[in-house]
């Protein structure tokens, strides 16, 4: 049986929902922090070892769960030439990220 690491870089804002997400599914995972890239900021890097059959089944899980969307305005303001009030408008985006990296595991032992 052939099993692979999955490692998944998520916000530490996503974190909870993706591990809450792979464990209701049947995954085992854990989870560390770390900090990086050019503003320091704080990531949770989520661990998975699974069959190699069910990589794909892993991503997809969490590539559904680690967004969230958000309703984001222009935050218009009145023109000094218009005698209208300024419209506001509202956008709904996702926000999130995730970075995967799968590897191969060739020793898995529970001691």
């Known amino acids: 049986m052939t099993r692979k690491m999955v490692m998944a870089v998520v916000s530490r804002d996503q974190s909870e929902r993706v591990l809450d997400r792979l ?7 854990t989870f560390t ?6 503003l320091r900021q704080t990531q949770k ?9 069910k990589v794909d089944d892993v991503v997809d899980i969490i590539r559904a769960t680690y967004r969230t969307r958000v309703e984001v305005s222009d935050g ?3 023109s000094v030439l218009s ?3 300024p419209v506001e408008t ?6 999130g990220y995730a970075v995967v990296f ?9 001691l």
């Open 83 to 85: 005698t209208r009030q």
């Open 45 to 53: 890097m989520i661990f998975v070892a699974v069959e190699a059959e």
């Open 76 to 78: 218009a303001e009145p």
């Open 102 to 110: 799968v590897w191969d595991l060739d020793r898995f032992q529970v």
């Open 33 to 38: 922090e770390s900090r990086g890239g050019m």
């Open 23 to 29: 464990i209701s599914s049947g995954y085992g995972a």
């Open 90 to 95: 509202k956008t709904t985006t996702e926000v």
